[in-house]
C-alpha cells in the first residue's frame, strides 16, 4: 500500500486521507480496512498511480487532442514547447472509450 501512496501527487494523497478518516469514522470499522478502502477510491479517480499511464488533454493549433504519458512533467515540457495549452487530465481507459470509440492508434508525438 505504501508504494502506491509514494507515488500519489498532492491531491491524490489529500484525497486518501481524508477519505481513509471518513470511513473509519462513519463505518466504525478498523482504521487499516477504512485505509484499504480509501485506497481503492483513490486509484479509481487517480489510475495512473496504478499503471503509471496519465491522459493529458492538450489544445493544440485550436483543437483537442489526447496525449498518453509515462513521465507528465517531460510530456507538459515537450507540449509547452510546442505551443500547447494542458486542459486537464483524465483516466486513460475513459479517454480511448469515450473519446475514440474503445479503440485508439497511437503515434509518437513531435
Do not use: K
Request: aromatic residues 8%; proline residues 3%.
Amino acid at each position: 500500500m505504501s508504494n502506491m501512496l509514494a507515488r500519489c501527487d498532492d491531491g491524490a494523497r489529500e484525497f486518501y486521507e481524508e477519505r481513509a478518516g471518513v470511513i473509519a469514522e462513519t463505518c466504525g470499522i478498523p482504521v487499516i480496512h477504512a485505509e484499504y478502502q480509501a485506497l481503492l477510491e483513490t486509484l479509481v479517480r487517480w489510475s495512473e498511480i496504478f499503471t503509471g499511464v496519465q491522459a493529458l488533454e492538450v489544445e493544440i493549433d485550436g483543437g483537442t487532442q489526447w496525449i498518453l504519458t509515462t513521465d507528465p512533467a517531460f510530456a507538459r515540457r515537450h507540449l509547452a514547447d510546442m505551443g500547447a495549452t494542458e486542459i486537464g487530465t483524465r483516466n486513460p481507459a475513459d479517454v480511448v472509450r469515450e473519446q475514440f470509440g474503445h479503440v485508439a492508434l497511437l503515434c509518437t508525438l513531435g
